[in-house]
């Protein structure tokens, strides 16, 4: 009867070491796991950093020629309150036009589009600084800004 119990409690020591193993293996992975998706995480963020100017959308590279005109067109929300604002360089581009304009979809969504005709007056280079700006009492909110280089030769 002795030896019966001590062939049982061997067996259930080499179960009870698998099961140690198994227990420090979970452990491994779980302190492992935050570690992984923390620099999964930090890898993306630097990438979308690169891709951004001072929290602004990517650069837009434009080039043309003196007395050229080009136009910029942006699609915004009339509900949302939310409407484009231009700055520019007044002695290297003339703003001819600012309007509104709208695309039907096939399924009849209508897009309203804030359109800029610009004329390129002079040569060099120039930046034109788009915001996505709603005015309220407490001030400007700002959801995003664009920056255009443009290119005059």
């Not at 979308?48 to 067109?73: C, M, W």
């Not at 002695?91 to 589009?113: A, C, N, P, V, W």
């Not at 800029?116 to 280079?125: E, H, I, L």
Request: aromatic fraction near 12%.
């Amino acid at each position: 009867m002795a030896s019966l119990y001590f062939r049982f409690s061997l067996v259930d020591n080499k179960d009870n070491s698998r099961w140690k193993e198994g227990r420090m293996v979970r452990r491994i992975l779980m302190a492992m796991i935050p570690v992984i998706v923390i620099g999964l995480l930090a890898g993306c963020g630097e990438k979308e950093e690169e891709g951004s100017k001072y929290g602004f959308l990517p650069v837009k590279k434009i080039e043309l020629k003196v007395n050229e005109e080009f136009t910029i067109a942006r699609p915004f929300n009339l509900n949302s309150g939310y409407i484009w604002r231009e700055k520019y360089n007044e002695s290297m581009l003339e703003l001819l036009d600012s309007e509104i304009d709208t695309e039907t979809k096939e399924d009849g969504t209508i897009i309203l589009y804030q359109v800029f005709r610009f004329k390129a007056k002079q040569k060099g280079n120039t930046q034109i600084f788009l915001a996505h700006i709603r005015v309220s009492m407490e001030g400007d909110d700002v959801r995003t800004q664009e920056i255009f280089d443009i290119y005059i030769d």
